[in-house]
């Protein structure tokens, strides 16, 4: 049984946006804290950012003042906006739940 789906991936250009969505389950939603990993090649997958069940968030260095997370509870979905995107923002995105639930992951391809 899947319970984290991602979508919203893509392909864009340099400075453009793209909002990543995550559907899970309402048991994995009501754990608490989900976010957002991503892992580029031949690199090891890090942390973007997490948001906890009040609305508390967490984001990397290189994350802050362009990427913002998100959660609708009616829906049991997190979502990722994600502005001024760079080359460097390549990878495969991964949504996660407590304690240790991972989505399939999903490609963001910026191309400059």
């Known amino acids: 049984q899947v319970e984290l789906v991602e979508s919203g991936g893509g392909l864009v250009q340099v400075g453009g946006s793209l909002r990543l969505s995550c559907a899970a389950s309402?048991?994995?939603?009501?754990?608490?804290?989900m976010g957002w990993f991503r892992q580029a090649a031949g690199k090891q997958r890090e942390l973007v950012a997490i948001?906890?069940?009040?609305?508390?968030?967490i984001y990397s260095e290189f994350a802050k003042g362009r990427f913002t997370i998100s959660r609708d509870s009616a829906k049991s979905t997190v979502f990722l906006q994600m502005n001024s995107l760079k080359p460097e923002d390549t990878a495969v995105y991964y949504c996660?739940?407590?304690?240790?639930?991972w989505g399939q992951g999903i490609q963001v391809t910026v191309s400059s």
């Open positions: 309402a048991r994995i939603f009501n754990l608490g804290d």
């Open positions: 948001i906890g069940a009040g609305g508390r968030t």
């Open positions: 996660w739940g407590l304690p240790e639930y």
